[in-house]
């Protein structure tokens, strides 16, 4: 019997079997169990049905940017409860030390400059994980503030984005962010700096309704839910049935809402050439991009 089979007889979380040994497929018609390894060396894409599975904030900077040339930006800023809000007698303070525990982060995005195929660049990565990435006043401003140190230094700008929304827990303060990353953005394209948003599974509500796009290009993983609203709720409202697949990337490629769908292993080639191909030249010449030298 194949060892593989032997394990899939036994699955995963049996006493003999370590849990790190095996990984179970996010994909519920899918569900494979993928060995550990295998699967962190396809960058955590199924093998079998190329599910992509989510990455916390800090893992997709390890596959995306250059080793250790991430240098985090605003990473004292953390978010306060400015409504005192409490959901279902949970207090939002204590659903944000939750996240912070589970997460290792203080906020749900995090800010920084760094390297894609030795190209300087900043970037906004968004964990969902933390309260799913919702846009607090705090995820706003940090996303805000990156824009505007872009605005200053030229540096183009990635946002790895994922969002359920504007973070109902700070009411009309989440709200308020939208219009803020869109106005700072307007002043980056005024500038006439390069953002390059890649929308990943899921990115939706009030974060795709800004700064996620108005990207000047548009990427997004396969299979990656994308839209405003939720399928759900869109059946719900309208009372019709959405096609299959709808609001899936690949769904909105098709008519036109976004640019590439781009499988994860192609990702760091594909930044890095937009990421030369339409980086201005005095980004080059400042900050000395090229460690070797070589033309970026
Ligand atoms: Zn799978």
Avoid at 38 to 58: D, G, M, P
Avoid at 60 to 82: K, V, Y
Avoid at 196 to 203: E, H, N
Avoid at 257 to 275: A, E, K, W
Wanted: aromatic share 6%; proline share 6%.
């Amino acid at each position: 019997m194949p060892i593989r089979d032997f394990f899939h007889r036994r699955g995963a979380g049996s006493p003999d079997i370590p849990d790190d040994l095996w990984a179970r497929c996010g994909n519920e018609r899918c569900r494979d169990l993928i060995y550990s390894r295998e699967f962190e060396k396809n960058l955590r894409v199924c093998s079998k049905c190329e599910h992509h599975t989510r990455l916390s904030a800090r893992a997709r900077i390890a596959q995306l940017l250059d080793p250790n040339s991430f240098h985090e930006e605003d990473a004292e800023l953390r978010p306060g409860d400015p409504l005192g809000f409490v959901s279902d007698g949970q207090p939002y303070r204590d659903k944000l030390a939750d996240s912070r525990e589970k997460t290792g982060l203080e906020e749900a995005v995090l800010c920084g400059t760094g390297r894609i195929e030795d190209v300087a660049m900043r970037a906004l990565v968004a964990d969902f994980g933390f309260m799913g990435a919702s846009m607090g006043s705090v995820v706003g401003e940090k996303v805000a503030r990156g824009v505007e140190r872009s605005v200053q230094d030229r540096l183009p700008l990635v946002a790895v984005c994922a969002s359920g929304g504007a973070r109902m827990h700070e009411g009309i303060f989440s709200l308020m962010q939208m219009a803020k990353t869109a106005a700072t953005l307007a002043r980056l394209a005024e500038a006439q700096v390069p953002f390059f948003a890649l929308l990943t599974d899921p990115t939706t509500g009030g974060v795709t309704a800004s700064f996620a796009g108005l990207g000047d290009v548009l990427l997004a993983e396969p299979g990656a839910l994308v839209g405003f609203a939720g399928p759900r709720v869109i059946e719900q409202i309208t009372k019709q049935k959405l096609p299959p697949r709808a609001q899936r990337s690949e769904f909105q490629l098709e008519h036109g809402m976004i640019d590439l769908v781009v499988h994860r292993r192609d990702l760091r080639p594909t930044l890095g050439r937009l990421l030369r191909h339409y980086s201005p030249p005095t980004a080059y010449a400042a900050g000395g991009p090229s460690r070797n030298g070589k033309e970026a």
